[in-house]
């Protein structure tokens, strides 16, 4: 996310850090058995070559009946159908109206962020993420051809029940 909190234009990514691949490789593989669920828009704007991500369930989210996943990958038309059927660790992946739903959804606990200094004339927005969310962690930072970046993870705060004396 840019400091607009841009994170796309023309249906790609708005900047390329090979660290932020590698660095969303290894949240999103970890130790198996993890779920990537992504917009269709999402899907498509992955090259053939990308797709399905190995070592994760692909999941496409779609309201279209007819448009066809590749064999392996699963098709939903909602997030709560998604996550109804996903095991393990679910990573909501893009794009933005699903970020913007996710961010709203009681079981979204945690984000995972790229934060990138600058601005991007970016078409794509991040949505706020409103008052229970509490930055909670920096996992490094580093620079590529001139773009300052940094890893943070974001956990939503659930206010304690009040205690009783």
Not at 45 to 66: A, G, K
């Amino acid at each position: 996310m840019d400091q607009q909190r841009g994170i796309g234009r023309d249906g790609d990514l708005a900047w390329r850090l090979p660290e932020d691949l590698k660095w969303f490789r290894a949240v999103t593989v970890g130790a198996g058995g993890q779920s990537v669920i992504m917009g269709r828009k999402t899907w498509d704007s992955i090259p053939d070559r990308f797709r399905p991500l190995p070592e994760r369930e692909n999941w496409v989210l779609t309201r279209q009946p007819e448009y066809a996943v590749p064999s392996g990958v699963r098709r939903a038309a909602s997030l709560d159908q998604a996550l109804a059927h996903c095991e393990g660790p679910r990573f909501v992946i893009g794009g933005g109206s699903l970020y913007a739903e996710a961010l709203q959804h009681p079981s979204c606990t945690r984000i995972y962020l790229t934060v990138v200094e600058g601005s991007f004339d970016c078409d794509t927005f991040l949505a706020e993420f409103g008052p229970d969310w509490q930055h909670s962690a920096e996992f490094g930072s580093g620079e590529h051809e001139g773009i300052r970046y940094r890893f943070e993870q974001w956990d939503r705060v659930v206010p304690a029940a009040d205690a009783c004396t």
